[in-house]
């Protein structure tokens, strides 16, 4: 498996030399393992030859421990990436204790689209700026999105009540009386 044999194994390697030499480790995975390794589960290779979508029908995201999962969007091709975000999957990465722990979430666009990407659409700067930069809280995706799998310590397991039909959670309407 892409994960165990190119981002953990390798990872746990070097925290093993490190600890020896007293060496604070850097980063744990680079947004493009993240990508390579969403490819391979959703078996999407991607048409990745400049600005735009991830893969051909998602974008990744990944975030250590619980923090936001940052979007940027680019000065000459932002906005249309934009409405790309709307229209299509979002891959959500949790991470944390190196590795250790990963969960992937599952939110489609349109589930995304009215609580985050038409907000931004609408607070788009005029004159634009290098990068426009937005944050999905961690806590949207664990409320709203679908846990796909989880990996601990290599290991995956797979939650026994996803569910392709997921909508985002919606308050609950009072019962009349």
Known sequence: MF?????????????????????????????????????ILVKDLGTKLGAGIDLSGYEVKSAEGHKNYE???HKNTGRHKLRQD?????????????????????????????????VWLRDYPDPYPQRYRRNIPFNWVKENGILLMSLKDGEVTFPTSASTSHQPTKKKAKPSK
């Open 3 to 39: 994960f165990h044999a190119y981002m953990y194994g390798p990872l746990q390697g070097k925290l093993r030399l490190y600890g020896a030499r007293a060496v604070k480790p850097g980063g744990v995975a680079m947004p493009s393992d993240w990508e390579v390794f969403a490819s």
């Open 86 to 118: 709307m229209n299509v999957g979002h891959l959500f990465f949790d991470h944390w204790n190196h590795l250790r722990q990963v969960d992937l979430r599952y939110a489609h666009g349109n589930w995304i689209k009215q609580k985050f990407f038409d």
């Open 71 to 73: 979007y940027q969007y």
